[in-house]
């Protein structure tokens, strides 16, 4: 089955405690992005990656890195996580096409920072 | 940069009534447009999307249309149903693979 797989689906942490939320696609998509989603916000970009070793800054990058060392992987890495940061994280994949990027998301992440 | 601003929700309609949910954009050069789904406790699923001025995107009896002249992509829906409740999202997305969200219009459809 096609899909988008993120892990785990819920976090609790604590602040200032390193955490890595893994995404994983089995469509042999080279485009894959991160986004938060919150309340009245919709969903904001954080990084997305065009393909293998290429990664670029979405719209609130602060706070976050990622790394695409892999083409089905694209983990995103909260160094040192803040309050500000509990929010609803969603993993999408696409092909790259000049159709723009008709995307496939993951089930989400719920991360609660205290 | 890019945005994507939608229509206030929440939307309340009954069945079998007319759907619009309105979407304007700006942004630079060509970009596609979409209209994503979201289902309670699920992610986001692609509805329908249009690349290019004048396109139709249609699915699931949804349609909208790629209104360059008035930067616009209005969902509609000629009879809805229970099972369309949901959160609806219109995006953009550019070959250089920034994408842009709107904030979702949240549909309630009562029997």
């Known amino acids: 089955e096609a899909q988008v797989t993120q892990n785990p689906r819920y976090l609790i942490t604590v602040t200032g405690k390193k955490l890595t939320v893994t995404c994983s696609q089995n469509?042999?998509?080279?485009?894959m992005s991160w986004y938060r989603q919150d309340p009245g916000l919709g969903l904001r970009q954080i990084y997305y990656?065009?393909?293998?070793?290429?990664?670029d800054k979405g719209d609130v990058p602060e706070g976050y890195k990622v790394s695409r060392k892999e083409k089905r992987n694209f983990p995103l890495i909260l160094e040192s996580p803040s309050p500000n940061q509990t929010s609803l994280y969603f993993c999408a994949s696409s092909l790259q096409s000049q159709g723009g990027y008709e995307q496939y998301f993951g089930p989400g992440t719920r991360l609660t920072v205290t | 940069g890019n945005s994507v601003t939608q229509m206030e929700g929440p939307v309340t309609l009954s069945e079998e009534a007319f759907l619009t949910i309105n979407c304007t954009y700006t942004?630079?050069?060509?970009?596609?447009l979409f209209w994503y789904v979201q289902y309670p406790g699920e992610g986001l699923q692609l509805l329908l999307k249009?690349?290019?001025?004048?396109d139709k995107g249609s699915n699931k009896g949804f349609e909208a249309t790629y209104r360059k002249e008035t930067t616009s992509f209005h969902l509609e829906k000629g009879s809805v149903q229970v099972s369309d409740s949901a959160v609806y999202f219109c995006?953009?997305?550019?070959?250089?693979?920034?994408?842009?969200f709107g904030d979702g219009t949240t549909l309630t459809v009562k029997p």
């Open positions: 995006a953009l997305s550019t070959n250089a693979g920034k994408s842009t």
């Open positions: 469509m042999n998509h080279e485009y």
């Open positions: 990656s065009m393909n293998v070793e290429v990664t």
């Open positions: 249009a690349t290019k001025a004048d």
């Open positions: 942004a630079t050069g060509y970009p596609s």
